[in-house]
Structure formats: C-alpha cells, structure tokens
Nanobody
Framework: QLHLAESGGGLVQPGGSLRLSCVAEGFSLDYYFMTWFRQAPGKEREGVACSSNMDYSSHYVESVKGRFTISRDNAKKTVYLQMNSLKPEDTALYYC?????????WGQGTQVTVAS
C-alpha cells in the first residue's frame, strides 16, 4: 500500500525541540512536493513548511520562520521537520503530504503538545 507514516511527536515544554519524521511507504519522494501541515483543535489546517522536489527550495509560514526547518532524504524516503523554540501555539496534529502531478498522499498525523 502507498502511504505516509509520521512519527516523532510528543509532549515538550515551551522552548524545547522535536524532530518529526515522515516516511513514504511504497513510493519514491523524488517526484513529490512535500508539505508539513498542522491542525489545532477548532482551527483550520494550515501549511507549515514545504520542500520542492524540483529545486529543493523550502518555504515556511511566517509564524515558524527561523524556528522550524524542513529537510528531505529521498534515498531514505523520509522528510523531516526540525522544530526548535517551540511555543504553546505550536500545539497541533502535524501531517505530512506528498503532492505529485497525478497523485496525492496523506499520513495519519503525529500529535505535538507544547505545555509546561
């Protein structure tokens, strides 16, 4: 089956760090634009960071610039989201998405909770 599997979430104190991983099962990331999304309770899902498969450029939503870093290792079929200086408002369910020309995949998500 073709799917994505996220891991690395958890409970962390404000100011702490986490690294999320997203592994592709059954397909290569070479042809996919990868995006990390998050959704907090009562809020709409928002794109947090993305990585282009064309030029490997990265882009971030303003609220995480300077704190989050997206990276990809196509050989390992894995995309990472390094999150530093975490804030309570970063608490959400984090999903990864693989967007291709003819197909689109989502993972089940990993919960990140930032609290004292």
């Amino acid at each position: 089956q073709l799917h994505l599997a996220e891991s690395g979430g958890g409970l962390v104190q404000p100011g702490g760090s986490l690294r999320l991983s997203c592994v592709a099962e059954g397909f290569s990331l070479d042809y996919y634009f990868m995006t990390w999304f998050r959704q907090a309770p009562g809020k709409e899902r928002e794109g947090v960071a993305c990585s282009s498969n064309m030029d490997y450029s990265s882009h971030y939503v303003e609220s995480v610039k300077g704190r989050f870093t997206i990276s990809r290792d196509n050989a390992k079929k894995t995309v990472y989201l390094q999150m530093n200086s975490l804030k309570p408002e970063d608490t959400a369910l984090y999903y990864c998405n693989a967007g291709g020309s003819t197909s689109n995949y989502w993972g089940q998500g990993t919960q990140v909770t930032v609290a004292s």
